[in-house]
């Protein structure tokens, strides 16, 4: 890079110029190696990313359109990710589990200029793609083959990062809120970029560093928290395909970093191999998304010598706490603020309350997003005029500065690390014959932290069974969402407004699933 060009980038929020900073000191190395032992340098990284970016302005994309994207992991899903923040073009994942009527929402909702997906699938997405006004649906494997490599196999590996401004978006992701609509989230290039160089000093990362990355790039943790990190370090990664407690345990002793959801770790613990032999050379374990237990915090300590390192993050705001690398890591709690993040603790009226009382969780800083897509109301009703985020989670704050979540005020359930919005399931459940209404509710499960159960309430004269619910939610909801257990009772219990007392149902079937 030319000293003009690195003088630019200062003015230049692309999250990929500043990867790219540390891609070319490293150019030669390896960037990432597959579990099946394909190696892939920084500069053929480059070289890729470059590819799909080419290709798809080629196509036509132009800055601030979206890319829908829906595949399996791959490296070259990585590459597509990269060359749309190259292009400008903003980087739209799903979850692979999504099913039709849930992709109709969510491509008419961002109206891509293209959507890519996995051959098998094809054929569900290319009409739905057509009607919400895609040009056209390209073909990705598990193994990165398909129409779209092929397409950016021809083009030359040549390509101009193009510049953005702090607020132009790098990319959308979706998550529901109680009201059961999902909602698009905003996020920038300067969020991406803040949040990214915040995680890269806490925690410590240099070109030394190995991540074993073995979570999904649909979401947050693994997109733009585990490769972020790597990418703005010149580290290197381990890659793979999908989370595997044998495959962890290989791996991890030529590992520095792991970053993982509270299943991974109690997956870990459950395997006898699992020993502190095979963490020696690990210098920091991560863990987020959900709740870590204390017993699943002290266990791992009792038979490793590590003590995880907890930090709390949401979609819209990409990561606001975390513990320590050097000092206190408080079992149970998710850490003090990151620099330049503000977290307070309000009432319900708003109103910033003492330390050690619990309330609503409210954040600002240069990690929280712009707002939902296409939906400024909701914007205006999640943000304070002073310009904090409501995040949903209730929680306190310690004397210490270390954040504690209590509980989660919209009922989300964290079911292996993946939220469920009950609303979603319920209006789903609501809908099926013979069904007056439905509660959706988390309990405890041994393997997934939570597990999604429904109580049904049936219709006037109709009988129903466990499968009749299990069997519809399959044929049309992601496998995460679908109910681990279903009661089908009398009435739901109310309170004096009306209101589905979900705390006494989790009560009632707390041990259901154990
Ligand atoms: P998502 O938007 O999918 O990342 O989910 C965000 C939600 O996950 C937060 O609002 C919290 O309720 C929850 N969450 C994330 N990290 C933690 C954590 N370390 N402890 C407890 N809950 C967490």
Redesign the pocket.
Known sequence: MSTQERSMNCNDFNLYTHFRTHMEARAGKEFLCTGEGRSISYEEADQNAAKYAQFLSDLGAEPGDRISVQVEKSPDCLFLYLGCLRAGLVFHPLNPGYRKGELDYFLHNAEPTFVVCDPTNLDVISPIARSAGARHAFTLDATGRGTLYDGACNTDPGFDTIPREPNDLAAL?Y?SGTTGVPKG?MLTHANLLRNTEALVAAWGFTQNDRLLHALPIF???GLFVAIGCALMSGASMRWLQSYDARQVIRFLPECTVFMGV?TYYTRLLSDPSFTDEVTANIRLFV??????LQETFDEFESRTGHRIL????????NMN?SNPLDGLRKAGT?GPPLPDVDVRIVDDNGVQICSGEIGN?QVRGPNVFIGYWKMPEKTAEDFTEDGFFN???KGQIDNDGYVT?VG?A?D?V?TG???VYPKEIEQFIDGIDGVKESAIIGVPHADFGEGVVAVVVPAAGHQLVEQDIVGACKNDLASFKVPKGVVIVDELPRNAMGKVQKNVLRESYRDLLS
């Open positions: 992701l998550s989230i979401h947050v943790h509270p863990s987020g998304s959900a709740p870590l907890e930090r709390y993050g949401m979609t819209e705001t706490t998710v969780i995040t949903g989670d979540i989660r919209k989300l964290i690390g993946l939220n």
